[in-house]
């Protein structure tokens, strides 16, 4: 079995309660040391990587984000599968889009449904999906991010109609980033296909997201925000050791 037919089985058969945990390495340091904790796979977020390179988040050149990846892929074992926020794709023909991620060793990708702030037409998104799919075939995992909550779109009736043009588009798994854990029953009775939710610090424990609905959970940029504050902590103490 390939390693992205390995991480596409970690999504299905599995119990409510039981998700998927992907941590989000920003870098090589950090993926390391989700390996060493022994997480089965691991998810890059677009936003941690972008802080980690010194910029704002949705601003990070495309070519230093493939490589802030290639390098994450290296910095692990070849037997964890790595898969990367690719935001919207960096408006990348199919083709190319998909040429530069196999190049980076990566086995799946999220592609968001917004740009600038505006969510696309979603029948057109299902369409550039339905190319990435073509050229890919079964050598990526599509994670389709669906951006309707965190435009203010409330309504979870407009996110399931996205999440199923997208999973008949050929996507993995779908999305709803944002979606407060009170619809996720909802959006998981609607949806055909894994489920990816985001955590939240106060937001349910992980196991109660997978009861509410969750196949898949990630973290954002919350695991380099939580590690930064550990590291200001530690800062802080050492302006009192001179």
């Known amino acids: 079995m390939s390693l992205v037919d390995e991480f596409r089985a970690l999504h299905h058969g599995r119990a409510p309660g039981d ?3 992907l941590p989000g390495p920003w870098d090589a340091a950090s993926a390391r040391v989700f390996e060493e904790a022994g997480f089965a796979a691991l998810a890059t977020p677009s936003a941690g990587v972008a802080a980690s390179l010194g910029y704002a988040d949705g601003e ?3 070519d230093e984000m493939f490589a802030a990846v290639a390098r994450i892929v290296r910095s692990v074992s070849a037997s964890v599968p790595v898969s990367a926020d690719i935001e919207d794709g960096y408006g990348l023909p199919p083709k190319e889009l998909v040429e530069r991620l196999l190049e980076t060793g990566a086995v799946g990708c999220n592609l968001e449904d917004s740009s600038g702030g505006v969510l696309k037409d979603p029948r057109e998104q299902a369409e550039w999906l339905a190319e990435v799919r073509s050229v890919a075939g079964d050598r990526l995992f599509i994670n389709a991010r669906v951006d309707t909550f ?3 779109v409330a309504d979870p009736g407009q996110a399931i109609d996205r999440a199923r043009l997208y999973v008949a588009a050929g996507a993995d798994c ?6 407060p854990p009170e619809v996720l029953p909802q959006l998981r009775a609607g949806i055909d296909g894994p489920v990816n939710v985001v955590a939240k610090p106060e937001g349910p424990s992980l196991r109660e997201l997978g009861e509410l609905g969750a196949t898949r959970i990630t973290f954002g940029p919350g ?3 939580r590690a930064t504050e ?3 902590e530690i ?3 050492l302006k009192g050791t001179g």
């Open 223 to 225: 695991l380099l925000v």
């Open 60 to 62: 990070v050149p495309p």
């Open 230 to 232: 550990a590291l200001r």
């Open 174 to 179: 779908v999305y709803p980033i944002l979606a």
């Open 235 to 237: 800062a802080e103490s």
């Open 19 to 21: 998700p998927l945990v």
């Open 150 to 152: 965190v435009r203010g």
